[in-house]
């Protein structure tokens, strides 16, 4: 392992849409999804558009076709390849939910590289009916966090829960992708070792902007799929580079930046002892 835990959002992060949005707005139930979400929170209400979606004769199968050709820009897929061969933890914090997440990932034959995924429960119940079911039980009680978390989940506990689940001598430091209001939560979190990627001009961004010195963790934007596979792979390697090298960092960021992102990964590592 390389000591590096790389956390990833799962919509507009590894895919280019709200999977939610995309299975709604494909199938065609845009307008009653839009008259209803003012009642309701958004979790709450992909259940009952599950429900609505079974009883007008949308199946499975109907589904899981939609969610196979959801759009992924073409560097997603290599730099996480990429970030697995070198050997990063790598984990999903998604207020998704599991059905969509584990369908696209299969599909996509990168299920594997995932050591934990946190999302929303999502399954196909007995009368094949898909089930979304809050992450966080808000009907038992608040997880009573403020910053802009939506009732069913708090991506900052979460990762809270995993910064604690590793032990402190292995000093792991993590890199948090994101780009939504939810993301905002866990990049305070995040310490000084850490690195936060918003998503440039998304709403974590936005949030972010508004105030940079609440976060302890560096801060480095990305805006589309291959810029997020430059960005995360010059820190990953910069890092390796940093435990494992006697060379100071501004010598491996400049050996980093003079290669480009998709040739980086062999020179790089025929440069560590
Ligand atoms: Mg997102
Ligand atoms: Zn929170």
């Given amino acids: 392992m ?15 849409c709200d999977s939610d949005n995309w299975v709604i707005d494909e199938l065609g139930f845009t307008d009653l999804f839009n008259d209803l979400l003012p009642t309701m929170p958004w979790n709450s209400l992909m259940d009952k558009m599950m429900m609505e979606l079974h009883s007008q004769g949308i199946t499975i199968e109907d589904i899981v076709k939609v969610l196979h050709r959801i759009p992924i820009h073409p560097r997603i897929i290599p730099a996480l390849k990429t970030v697995h061969a070198l050997g990063c933890d790598m984990r999903i914090v998604s207020d998704a939910n599991l059905f969509f997440i584990e369908t696209i990932l299969n599909h996509l034959g ?21 089930r979304i079911m809050p992450y ?38 993590f890199i948090y992708l994101g780009d939504g209001a939810g993301d905002y939560c866990p990049s305070l979190r995040l310490k000084d070792r850490d690195f936060m990627m918003p998503r440039k001009n998304f709403p974590v961004w936005d949030l972010i902007s508004k105030d940079p010195l609440l976060l302890k963790a560096e801060i480095h934007g990305w805006s589309d799929g291959e810029e997020l596979e430059q960005v995360l792979l010059h820190l990953i390697n910069t890092n390796l580079m940093d435990k494992n090298s006697q060379f100071n960092s501004s010598d491996c960021k400049l050996q980093i930046l003079s290669v480009s992102a998709s040739e980086a990964l062999p020179k790089v590592l025929s440069v560590r002892p």
């Fill in 2 to 16: 390389s000591g590096i835990v790389v956390v990833f959002d799962f919509d507009k992060t590894i895919v280019d």
């Fill in 110 to 130: 990168i299920m594997e590289y995932f050591s934990e995924i946190n999302t929303n429960s999502g399954y196909v119940n007995e009368e094949g009916r898909l």
């Fill in 136 to 173: 966080h039980d808000f009907n038992k009680a608040s997880h009573g966090c403020n910053n802009l978390c939506p009732p069913n989940m708090c991506k900052g506990m979460i990762i809270d829960r995993i910064q604690d689940s590793i032990s402190t001598e292995d000093a792991k430091r």
